[in-house]
């Protein structure tokens, strides 16, 4: 079992830099592939970037490929998504998640646990 708390969100400009936290509890945390999520305002969740249990392999949307980095240190427990050249269409709470598999976390139905979400704002 695993708890999320994703931290770092905020107010930024465009074409800004802003890093994301999500910090773990449960002692297999190692074991889990790790993912980040966002939802704008009404609109769906959509996937943004997964990491697998060793941090070698990555995946990421398109939308935000090239500007975004999904790395993980397991030592602290934690998950991390630096997000550069920032847009105002990068809006959203951002939802750290987990599972089992790498490609489980690239679907909102594959996810066994999401954090409570950070509210990133890029204003033009």
């Known amino acids: 079992q695993v708890q999320l708390v994703e931290s770092g969100g905020g107010l930024v400009q465009a074409g800004g830099s802003l890093r994301l936290s999500c910090a773990a509890s449960?002692?297999?945390?190692?074991?889990?592939?790790m993912g980040w999520f966002r939802q704008a305002l009404g609109k769906e969740r959509e996937f943004v970037a997964a990491?697998?249990?060793?941090?070698?392999?990555?995946y990421y949307a398109d939308s935000v490929k090239g500007r975004f980095t999904i790395s993980r240190d397991n030592a602290k427990n934690t998950v991390y998504l630096q997000m550069h050249s920032l847009k105002p269409e990068d809006t959203a709470v951002y939802y750290c998640a987990a599972s089992v598999d790498l490609w489980r976390v690239t679907d909102i139905r594959g996810v066994d646990y999401w954090g409570q979400g950070t509210q990133v704002t890029v204003s033009s």
């Open positions: 990491i697998n249990w060793s941090g070698g392999n990555t």
């Open positions: 449960g002692r297999t945390f190692s074991s889990y592939a």
